[in-house]
């Protein structure tokens, strides 16, 4: 099964590749999200599928991420195809075939139960993300592609090392070297706990720069505020649940070998100022894509926290993977219709986005109310699985600092927020040119367009509309297979 949803993606972005019409190439796209998904549902449904040999298997937390993965690269891709009917005047062949192999490389780094084999999944989907960013082919999308593979090459380089450190504690464990998981776990007593600890660290700061953690974020606001709207969806939502699960793997081999104290306080610390360092630079934000790139960052810390604090916030962990991509696929693509339709990402130039787009202006803040934690939405549900499992760990310091660091970030959102949903759009108050002239866009184009160039259509605006409803869904009453899916993950973590 994983040959499948591996090699069909891939496949089809060869195919992508060789098609000479631009207009047909887009098809692909919901048509790889339909077939990996249906591959996913199977696999899920018949466990025989998910055992193919040493190296690849589907285990419990793989499961998780799995369909989390599937479930947003479908709508997303219902979406890009829309997405590039309004972008007709941009090449999309490379695009559509980079975003055609990304689910194939990521289901790639969750089927992976080797750890040098993970570690060139993830290479592989940063090598096929990084042309994703450079879409716009302005100078600021290049700048941001290069910050982007030179931060992230470092990040995964230092996790290349934390892998052979890992392989030599092994080794003066008295061990044959592997990069084997599962030997790994079987063997985790007997490794050598210096040589553990340093690659634990190795593996956080390589991994968590994938992630978007703090400090290592600082390829995040210019990728994610130059890319389109869909790719932030994918980076958001998927590819960075893909590096935290590469992590998890990480922190179960050490907390195997007894060393939960430390790498307990290790995670906790890198969440709560990857969450502080997100309210701050919220605050005052101008740029509603950056914006969304620091709720990012903050929402891997919040997964580092709830991973830090172990056992009681296991399951709302892992329901945060889920309920954090749904909603980042919900306001990236809501904020992709507002930067269409505005042609600007700076609230000096966007508000009154209600008026101008509705149902996408709409979206964009009940976006902002679900990322933010309030009810009744899934979010809410999931970080507050968060903080009861903190106080009964007993950290009621560390459920105090996180309470407040969420409603720092409510606040900073709220501002920038606000400020592009309400108001009366510029052409309408006459600040701003009028309407047909020339002007240069974000992108740093030329663009002559009407201010009602772009108006929300069904292919924009229904797989928000469906993200929204799953948003919903998990905040009122989770599914039975979705339920059981997440209490064998908490099962097969607590076990080693």
Aim: aromatic share 12%; glycine share 10%; net charge positive.
């Amino acid at each position: 099964m994983v040959y499948l949803q591996v090699g069909i993606p891939i496949l089809l972005a060869v195919v992508a590749m060789l098609l000479p019409s631009g207009c047909h190439r887009p098809k692909l796209l919901p048509a790889a999200g339909c077939v990996h998904a249906l591959l996913t549902f199977a696999v899920l449904v018949r466990p025989e599928y998910a055992n193919q040999n040493d190296w690849l298997s589907l285990d419990p937390l793989g499961r998780v991420v799995l369909l989390s993965v599937s479930v947003l690269y479908l709508l997303c891709s219902f979406y890009a195809a829309g997405y590039l009917r309004h972008r007709a005047e941009r090449p999309n062949r490379v695009f559509v075939a980079c975003l055609l192999a990304f689910p194939g490389l990521l289901t790639l780094v969750i089927w992976s139960q080797h750890m040098g084999l993970m570690w060139v999944a993830i290479e592989g989907t940063t090598l096929m993300s990084a042309p994703l960013i450079y879409f716009n082919k302005s100078a600021r999308s290049i700048e941001a592609t290069w910050k982007y593979l030179m931060v992230g090459s470092v990040g995964i380089a230092l996790a290349l090392l934390g892998t052979f450190f890992l392989a030599y504690s092994a080794m003066q464990g008295g061990q044959v070297p592997s990069l084997d998981f599962r030997t790994f776990l079987r063997t985790a007593p007997d490794l050598s706990k210096p040589w553990l600890r340093a690659a634990f660290v190795l593996l956080l700061v390589g991994y968590g720069t994938k992630m978007g953690l703090a400090p290592m974020h600082t390829w995040k606001p210019d990728a994610y505020g130059e890319a389109p709207g869909v790719v932030g969806a994918l980076l958001a939502g998927g590819m960075t649940s893909g590096a935290f699960l590469a992590l998890t793997r990480v922190w179960m081999v050490c907390r195997a070998a007894g060393e939960s104290p430390f790498i307990s306080r290790l995670l906790m610390g890198i969440g709560l100022f990857s969450m502080a360092t997100a309210a701050v630079f919220m605050l005052g934000q101008r740029d509603f894509k950056r914006m969304l790139a620091y709720s990012s960052v903050e929402h891997m810390g919040i997964l580092a926290l709830g991973l830090g604090i172990g056992a009681p916030a296991l399951f709302g962990m892992l329901l945060h993977i889920w309920t954090n991509a749904m909603t980042k696929g919900m306001l990236f693509l809501s904020a992709g219709n507002l930067h269409r339709a505005y042609g600007s990402r700076n609230i000096s130039q966007v508000s009154g986005a209600l008026r101008r787009l509705p149902l996408s202006g709409a979206l964009f803040l009940i976006g902002f109310l679900a990322i933010t934690g309030s009810p009744p939405f899934g979010p809410f549900v999931s970080e507050f699985s968060i903080l009861m499992g903190a106080f009964e760990a007993g950290r009621y310091g560390t459920g105090f600092l996180y309470l407040s660091l969420l409603l720092l970030v409510f606040i900073g959102m709220g501002i920038t927020v606000m400020h592009v949903v309400l108001g009366v759009p510029p052409d309408e108050s006459g600040e701003h040119e009028p309407s047909g002239k020339e002007f240069l866009n974000d992108d740093g184009d030329k663009d002559r367009r009407r201010a009602d160039a772009y108006r929300d259509d069904f292919r924009t605006t229904a797989p928000i509309l469906v993200f929204l409803g799953l948003v919903l869904m998990l905040g009122f009453f989770l599914p039975a297979p979705l339920r059981r899916i997440l209490e064998e993950a908490v099962s097969f973590l607590t076990k080693f």
